[in-house]
């Protein structure tokens, strides 16, 4: 097969070899649409194919693919995203080569498998946000290559995986209101969407468990509907503060409170998780916990080469740890 060029597939698809680079590379600029048409093309003409037998010829040199669900992209670049051109910017340093691919809900429910594990493009995968628990039993038995899950596990595949510490971030997050005098506290998240969620969650219990704080049923508040839609409701009767698992959520709480004529943070106070601000979105300012990206992309990757050389290290859970960041949407005292 003749070598192709990134100009190859700028032509085929009608776009600038820049815009090709970016796109295969994880980069700003492109939007989700015509990345995958990219990315369908630089398989259809068998593009990674060469990128693996280019690798072959340097020593070391490793081809990882980065899967990332559908259900956790949108028009605008998502924190997963983010995620991917962390590992995309470091790969080099640790002698690898990575490529993205969306799993399309189509695909996720009959069982495919991703192209460039089909094509034998990667040597090793990693599967960002939480997927289907068949699908994971597919890819260990099907893939034939070692899968490490990124910001999400299982118990059973807990060994393979690299989280943020939803649990003790959360529990800090708690922790940072009771001292500011906050009891009346609710929770925003659908526990059972997802594993960090449901972490998230128990974190915040173990804040409010400890302090003998009561927690009422009716605050906590499902974030989303069964496709995976951000959907916020307010309580009837409002609590002193909202503990919301995600800056999204965070900042679509906000708007819901100010349409209810509801000040952020004089009359009710407002937290957050991630630290990350969507492309697009105003900057609400949210006290938040912030997730160190970067050096989750290292974890990921030193699992992954772990795993690829053998090494008896990547055999547990890896948790990195963030921290709190203080802006403007906690007043001072709740007393």
Not at 246 to 252: E, Q
């Amino acid at each position: 097969m003749a070598k192709v060029r990134m100009q190859d597939i700028a032509n085929q698809v009608g776009v600038s070899a820049v815009t090709v680079h970016n796109a295969l590379a994880g980069r700003k600029g492109v939007s989700d649409e015509v990345r995958e048409r990219i990315l369908d093309k630089a398989r259809e003409m068998g593009y990674f194919q060469n990128q693996k037998r280019a690798a072959g010829k340097a020593p070391g040199l490793r081809s990882i693919g980065i899967l990332i669900s559908e259900r956790y992209l949108a028009d605008y670049i998502t924190f997963y995203w983010k995620i991917y051109m962390e590992i995309a910017m470091a790969a080099p340093e640790r002698g690898c080569a990575v490529m993205a691919e969306v799993l399309k809900h189509d695909a996720e429910k009959a069982g495919r498998l991703p192209r460039f594990v089909e094509e034998g493009a990667a040597e090793g995968l990693i599967v960002m946000g939480e997927v289907d628990r068949e699908y994971i039993g597919l890819l260990k038995s099907s893939a034939k290559m070692p899968v490490v899950f990124l910001d999400f596990y299982y118990k059973d595949i807990a060994q393979d995986a690299v989280v943020t510490d939803g649990f003790y971030g959360m529990y800090l997050m708690a922790e940072y209101l009771y001292e500011r005098g906050f009891r009346r506290m609710a929770y925003v998240g659908s526990i059972h969407a997802t594993s960090s969620i449901m972490d998230r969650y128990c974190g915040f219990r173990r804040c409010l468990l400890e302090h003998g704080v009561p927690f009422r049923e009716e605050w906590l508040l499902e974030d989303r509907d069964g496709a995976g839609e951000i959907i916020v409701k307010l309580p009837e009767e409002l609590p002193e503060a909202f503990v919301c698992n995600c800056d999204l959520v965070a900042g679509r709480l906000i708007d819901e409170l100010e349409k209810r004529g509801v000040r952020v943070p004089e009359d009710c106070s407002v937290v957050g998780f991630d630290n990350y601000l969507w492309p697009g979105l105003p900057d609400r300012g949210i006290t938040t916990y912030e997730v160190d990206m970067k050096a989750m992309a290292q974890a990921a990757l030193g699992k992954m080469l772990a795993r690829l050389e053998g090494s008896d290290g990547a055999g547990r859970m890896e948790l990195v740890s963030g921290h709190i960041v203080e802006k403007a949407t906690v007043r001072a005292s709740a007393r």
